[in-house]
């Protein structure tokens, strides 16, 4: 972000995609620097995430107890929804119908 001439503190919006820890391991470093921004996150998505390997359960979550540390700033989404002037969260459970009626044309 220094690159840019930006700093985590400035930063509104926050979207996670899924809850696991290659895609939120930085957050909780996030969090502590940026007090303010909202993290959207699907409906489904929770603290503990699990896959079966190789007969074994391995955690591949996000570090353990962050959503819960930061309930207050999340937004759970379960539709198409607006965060910014024309910026929209589409959860890949949105079928091609609901896509279309606001111009998303594209196919997951």
């Known amino acids: 972000m220094q690159k840019l001439g930006k700093k985590i503190e400035d930063v509104d919006i926050v979207v996670l995609s899924h809850a696991h820890y290659d895609h939120g391991n930085g957050f909780p470093l996030f969090l502590e620097?940026?007090?303010t921004a909202r993290l959207y996150v699907q409906e489904?998505?929770?603290d503990n995430c699990y896959a079966l390997e190789d007969g074994e359960m391995e955690?591949?979550?996000l570090p353990e107890g962050m959503l819960s540390k930061c309930k207050d700033r999340i937004e759970r989404v379960d539709s198409i929804t607006?965060?910014?002037d024309g910026v929209y969260i589409v959860p890949h459970t949105i079928d091609r119908?609901?896509?279309?009626?606001?111009g998303l044309e594209v196919d997951f």
């Open 97 to 102: 119908e609901q896509r279309l009626k606001v």
């Open 33 to 35: 620097k940026n007090k």
């Open 82 to 84: 607006e965060i910014a």
């Open 59 to 61: 955690y591949i979550g």
């Open 44 to 46: 489904s998505c929770r």
